[in-house]
């Protein structure tokens, strides 16, 4: 079960530094929406309600992190957090949470770090506990593929534009 930190383990995942904890990245997301609480506003909150509903929730270690977070934590680390949300009951509002989201424009991203959204249960079992809907409750980060070097034949691999994954529902420990 997800224990409300999986955003900021997701972060610490990717950036596998052992010297920051999910606390710190809570505390440096609270700081960073304060500081520029208008610019979050005038960004988000027509998307996700008001900042300083979400700023108090964010201050509660254990609570389930939203577009705010995703968007500060950007600039916390200076880094750009690329916002994957699968097509599932998805409408054209959620659009802003399928995104690349970058610092503010004075500072320069030296890193890209990519999360997806999900729920720790199948599709099935959250419909029956949601009204038959599906809502994520639970982040997970993605990795990149190993890089091949010269020696490696890539020639006959074909390079595609990167897409949001498409949704499949497996039982556990099925054969893929």
């Known amino acids: 079960m997800g224990d409300g930190n999986c955003l900021y383990n997701s972060i610490l995942r990717l950036m596998n530094n052992s010297m920051v904890t999910t606390s710190e990245l809570r505390v440096r997301t609270v700081i960073e929406l304060v500081a520029n609480g208008a610019y979050y506003t005038r960004m988000y909150s027509q998307f996700i309600g008001p900042i300083d509903i979400a700023i108090k929730a964010i201050c509660k270690n254990y609570t ?33 949470l399928n995104n690349i989201f970058k ?8 890193c890209g770090i990519t999360i997806f959204w999900s729920h720790v249960l199948n599709e099935t079992d959250v419909r029956a506990q949601n009204n038959m809907t599906w809502s994520p409750n639970h982040f997970v980060p993605l990795m990149s ?15 595609s534009k990167v897409v949001t994954p498409e949704k499949r529902t497996f039982k556990n420990n099925a054969p893929m």
């Not at 977070?69 to 802003?96: H, Q």
């Not at 610092?103 to 030296?110: L, M, Q």
């Not at 593929?145 to 390079?159: E, G, L, Y």
């Open 64 to 96: 389930y992190s939203e577009l705010y977070e995703i968007a500060a934590l950007c600039n916390v680390l200076r880094c750009n957090i690329r916002s994957i949300y699968p097509k599932i009951d998805f409408r054209e509002d959620m659009e802003i």
């Open 145 to 159: 593929p190993p890089a091949f070097d010269d020696s490696d034949n890539i020639s006959d691999q074909s390079v």
């Open 103 to 110: 610092p503010i424009s004075t500072i320069i991203a030296s």
